[in-house]
């Protein structure tokens, strides 16, 4: 079995450096006694799977013991998460906040039209 590992990063972020900072991370949990009885190989880099506007996608896997997959896998994210908060790689995010600015209206051209009426 292995632990899926699905990295989308920013479009901007340098993907070898993401692979590097992927790399240590598998590296460190295999050295950690607690992950290391869990992971049997070393990460396999897939490549890029996808690339889109706000993001590319890396794929690979960590070859894990049965029982090692679920957990392996949610202590990657979680150290991924971390390590990239560290260094600065900004994750990918779809969706977009677009902020826009709007002139200050003129006093006149907020008063209500008036018209003269002949009386």
Request: hydrophobic share 45%; aromatic share 8%; net charge negative.
């Amino acid at each position: 079995l292995v632990a899926a590992v699905v990295v989308t990063v920013a479009y901007q972020e340098d993907i070898d450096r993401v692979v590097e900072t992927v790399r240590a991370i598998v590296a460190g949990m295999r050295a950690d006694e607690e992950f290391a009885p869990r992971i049997i190989d070393d990460f396999a880099l897939w490549g890029v799977d996808a690339v889109h506007p706000w993001g590319v996608t890396i794929l690979g896997q960590i070859p894990c013991v049965d029982t090692g997959r679920w957990p392996v896998q949610r202590e990657f994210n979680r150290r991924m998460k971390l390590r990239f908060q560290e260094h600065g790689i900004e994750i990918a995010s779809p969706a977009h906040t677009v902020f826009l600015q709007i002139p200050a209206l003129q006093a006149e051209d907020t008063a209500p039209e008036r018209k003269r009426v002949a009386g």
